[in-house]
């Protein structure tokens, strides 16, 4: 099936990450959130990261920074971006709908079970969820729409992060699989096919990994800093477990980590996974959430870049 059309919903990191890559390789983009204030932080988040890719990519060209070329490529991104906060309205003529909100299964049952009502019964539904399953949350869709409905997981930040896994679930079918696999090598992304479980691949190893790290420094054995130097330094990550927390959001990993509890009462993953941790709670509570609130595990400069003071 051919795409052209595609309907983002949540217009946080994600979201606005995933509608730049969809509009900079030519698809034609609705970005919908609940309230015009976080469409208008999307966009701001967008224009940010289209002038860091424009100052690198047309400086390579011609030798100068920002010049008309960056400038009118810019302008020709943005200008497949419309935006919008009536849900029906953005389905209307779209031919993939990514979903990106908050990572909470009842909402996002009760958003797809809305659309399937209101799209084109041949339009494709895809999940960027990093911890919840496919099957549950498509579980509001008709029969029909299962065979349309998969995982489409993208990584923080989207427009540097070349890696998409493809989630084919239980009732997925080929053709919307294949549909899937060919819309990400357009956005330039590589790929990867997971099947419908916790975390898929990449979550399965990150999660606890940095959950373990947060209980290595609440334990007093290592400080953050020292931890983080350590895998970068050590294990050659490109940066230790709390810049990343701090970078994919504490908020974000707390509801990823209160979503696996289930499934490990479930009996799906172990539970000392995801037993409660005293000090990422605290933070949550303080509204330090990491880079998008300018404040974590360390004090960040919002949406500037990696620099820790
Ligand atoms: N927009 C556009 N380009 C960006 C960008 C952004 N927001 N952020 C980084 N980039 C580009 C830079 O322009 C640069 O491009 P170049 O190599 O072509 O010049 C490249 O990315 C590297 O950026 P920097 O040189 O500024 O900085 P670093 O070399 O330190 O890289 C990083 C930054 C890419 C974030 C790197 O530190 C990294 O890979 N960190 C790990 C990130 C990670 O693991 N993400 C996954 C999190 S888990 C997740 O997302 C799942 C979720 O569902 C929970």
Same mark, same amino acid.
């Given at each position: 099936?051919?795409?052209?059309?595609?309907?983002?919903?949540?217009?946080?990191?994600?979201?606005?990450?995933?509608?730049?890559?969809?509009?900079?390789?030519?698809?034609?983009?609705?970005?919908?959130? &609940?309230?015009?204030?976080?469409? /208008?932080?999307?966009? %701001?988040?967008?224009?940010?990261? $289209?002038?860091? @890719? =424009? !100052? *690198?990519?047309?400086?390579?060209?011609?030798?100068?920074?920002?010049?008309?070329?960056?400038?009118?490529?810019?302008?020709?991104?943005?200008?497949?971006?419309?935006?919008?906060?009536?849900?029906?309205?953005?389905?209307?003529?779209?031919?993939?709908?990514?979903?990106?909100?908050?990572?909470?299964?009842?909402?996002?049952?009760?958003?797809?079970?809305?659309?399937?009502?209101?799209?084109?019964?041949?339009?494709?539904?895809?999940?960027?969820?990093?911890?919840?399953?496919?099957?549950?949350?498509?579980?509001?869709?008709?029969?029909?729409?299962?065979?349309?409905?998969?995982?489409?997981?993208?990584?923080?930040?989207?427009?540097?992060?070349?890696? &998409?896994?493809?989630?084919?679930? /239980?009732?997925?079918? %080929?053709?919307?699989?294949?549909? $899937?696999?060919? @819309? =990400? !090598? *357009?956005?330039?992304?590589?790929?990867?096919?997971?099947?419908?479980?916790?975390?898929?691949?990449?979550?399965?190893?990150?999660?606890?990994?940095?959950?373990?790290?947060?209980?290595?420094?609440?334990?007093?054995?290592?400080?953050?800093?020292?931890?983080?130097?350590?895998?970068?330094?050590?294990?050659?990550?490109?940066?230790?477990?709390?810049?990343?927390?701090?970078?994919?959001?504490?908020?974000?990993?707390?509801?990823?980590?209160?979503?696996?509890?289930?499934?490990?009462?479930?009996?799906?993953?172990?539970?000392?996974?995801?037993?409660?941790?005293?000090?990422?709670?605290?933070?949550?509570?303080?509204?330090?959430?990491?880079?998008?609130?300018?404040?974590?595990?360390?004090?960040?400069?919002?949406?500037?870049?990696?620099?820790?003071?």
């Amino acid at each position: 099936m051919s795409v052209k059309n595609i309907t983002v919903f949540g217009a946080g990191l994600m979201g606005a990450g995933i509608a730049q890559v969809a509009a900079q390789n030519g698809f034609k983009v609705v970005l919908s959130d &609940v309230t015009e204030k976080a469409l /208008q932080n999307g966009l %701001q988040i967008i224009q940010k990261s $289209l002038a860091r @890719v =424009a !100052k *690198k990519r047309f400086a390579a060209v011609s030798g100068q920074e920002g010049d008309g070329e960056g400038a009118g490529w810019t302008r020709e991104v943005l200008g497949n971006i419309k935006t919008g906060t009536d849900a029906g309205q953005a389905v209307s003529s779209s031919d993939l709908v990514v979903e990106a909100i908050v990572e909470n299964l009842e909402i996002k049952r009760n958003l797809f079970g809305f659309l399937d009502r209101k799209a084109d019964p041949r339009c494709i539904f895809a999940s960027n969820t990093s911890s919840l399953s496919i099957g549950d949350i498509a579980g509001t869709c008709s029969a029909e729409r299962l065979t349309r409905f998969g995982g489409f997981h993208f990584f923080n930040p989207v427009p540097a992060m070349k890696l &998409v896994e493809v989630i084919k679930a /239980q009732h997925t079918s %080929q053709e919307t699989f294949d549909t $899937l696999v060919a @819309v =990400a !090598k *357009k956005m330039e992304k590589v790929p990867v096919s997971a099947k419908d479980t916790p975390g898929f691949i990449t979550g399965r190893l990150l999660i606890p990994y940095m959950l373990e790290a947060i209980r290595m420094a609440e334990r007093g054995d290592a400080s953050p800093q020292d931890i983080d130097t350590a895998m970068e330094l050590g294990a050659g990550y490109p940066m230790g477990p709390f810049k990343l927390l701090d970078l994919v959001g504490l908020d974000t990993t707390t509801f990823i980590s209160n979503g696996w509890r289930e499934k490990a009462e479930r009996g799906e993953i172990p539970k000392e996974l995801v037993a409660k941790i005293p000090m990422l709670q605290k933070l949550v509570d303080e509204g330090k959430l990491g880079r998008k609130t300018g404040q974590g595990f360390y004090n960040v400069s919002r949406y500037d870049g990696p620099q820790y003071r």
